[in-house]
């Protein structure tokens, strides 16, 4: 499966923005669906997932309550509304199949990556 992020730019505190996740090659109800992202400084970090069907999501604790995952199966796309967004939050965000039972949060777990799109919050 080919993954293609976008909907990142630039965006100033307090603001939202909502990334799309695009997949082509395979039907993405497959697989469960995770966001991260990643900044020069730190490792790829976990930001949320959704089960394939879309009925159970589960999020870091520096998004919980701020960003919602969700998916639209019938468009092979996954989606991330981010709100309330803080500069810390600057990041390039990437999308990633996973098909490993349980609720994988390590990047280890998931196999294919989209190439990432940039999320920049100005304060």
């Known amino acids: 499966v080919q993954l293609q992020a976008s909907g990142g730019g630039l965006v100033q505190a307090g603001g939202s923005l909502r990334l799309s996740c695009a997949a082509s090659?395979?039907?993405?109800?497959?697989?469960?669906m995770g966001w991260f992202r990643q900044t020069p400084e730190n490792e790829r970090e976990f930001v949320a997932t959704?089960?394939?069907?879309?009925?159970?999501?589960y999020y870091a604790d520096s998004v919980k309550g701020r960003f919602t995952i969700s998916r639209q199966n019938a468009k092979n796309t996954v989606y991330l509304q981010m709100s309330s967004l803080k500069p810390e939050d600057t990041a390039v965000y990437y999308c990633?199949?996973?098909?490993?039972?349980?609720?994988?949060?390590?990047?280890?777990?998931?196999?294919?990556w989209g190439q990432g799109t940039q999320v920049t919050v100005s304060s």
């Open positions: 959704i089960s394939r069907s879309g009925d159970s999501t």
């Open positions: 990633a199949t996973s098909s490993v039972v349980g609720v994988p949060t390590h990047p280890a777990a998931y196999r294919s």
């Open positions: 090659g395979d039907a993405l109800w497959r697989y469960r």
